[in-house]
């Protein structure tokens, strides 16, 4: 059981638009911790795609784009390629439990 | 460039302790907190705690507590988690992740190890 709520799977044609959605509560994304998103392909190790909500790290192509509202965050993928298909994880930081969390991760399929 | 080098494929019986370590290099060691992540298997990202690797503070996991001990080593800028009582539960691939930044209340990792992977079976 994780404390941010993510959809189990989402799909999407190349070239379509995707949203990814990560919900939490009033410890976490609700008390205005940042929400963060990871990318991870089969077999290798995860990687930051948005911090701070929504800033990109240096390499991380304009496509993909973080946003926050209360307690609930989106990652949006535009221009779907093959290569984004992957599991993508949100993670915040909850003031209960004083520990970084996680969200159950959503499988992207591109079709 | 930045770089995580984590210790290599563990195979331990319940019961036993693991002791695994991350070493970094490309960055200053004492500027950046760790984090340690793992991934049972098909499953998703579980934290398990952090290191600030310059005044050795730790946070962990409620789940860990007790069981798991971080630490780190300047000399060799290398971090170590030990694990004790292991069970068939802790089989996982772990990792260790640097903090992105040197300001650790961003609560993000922007630098991973390559796991490494801990069977616990009798």
């Known amino acids: 059981q994780f404390v941010l709520t993510q959809p189990p799977s989402v799909s999407g044609a190349p070239g379509q638009r995707v949203t990814l959605s990560c919900t939490g509560s009033?410890?976490?994304?609700?008390?205005?911790?940042?929400v963060h998103w990871y990318q991870q392909s089969p077999g290798t190790a995860p990687k930051l795609l948005i911090y701070?909500?929504?800033n990109r790290p240096s390499g991380i192509p304009d496509r993909f784009s973080g946003s926050k509202s209360g307690t609930s965050a989106s990652l949006a993928i535009t221009g779907l390629q093959a290569e984004d298909e992957a599991d993508y994880y949100c993670?915040?930081?909850?003031?209960?439990?004083?520990?970084?969390?996680f969200g159950g991760g959503t499988k992207l399929t591109v079709l | 460039q930045i770089q995580l080098m984590q210790s290599g494929t563990e195979v331990k019986k319940p019961g036993a302790a693991l002791k695994l370590s991350c070493r970094t290099s490309?960055?200053?060691?004492?500027?950046?907190?760790i984090s340690w992540v793992r991934q049972a298997p098909g499953q998703g990202l579980e934290w398990m705690g952090w290191?600030?690797?310059?005044?050795?503070?730790?946070n962990y996991a409620q789940r860990l507590q007790g069981r798991g001990f971080m630490r780190e080593d300047p000399s060799t800028k290398t971090v170590f988690m030990e694990l004790f009582n292991l069970r068939p539960d802790d089989t996982a691939l772990y990792y260790c992740?640097?903090?992105?930044?040197?300001?650790?209340?961003?609560?993000?990792?922007?630098?991973w190890g390559q796991g490494t992977l801990v069977t616990v079976s009798s």
């Open positions: 701070g909500n929504n």
């Open positions: 290191i600030n690797t310059r005044t050795g503070d730790t």
């Open positions: 009033s410890s976490n994304t609700g008390a205005g911790y940042a």
């Open positions: 992740a640097r903090d992105l930044l040197s300001d650790s209340s961003w609560y993000t990792s922007g630098y």
């Open positions: 993670q915040s930081y909850d003031s209960s439990l004083s520990a970084w969390v």
């Open positions: 490309g960055y200053d060691f004492s500027n950046f907190g």
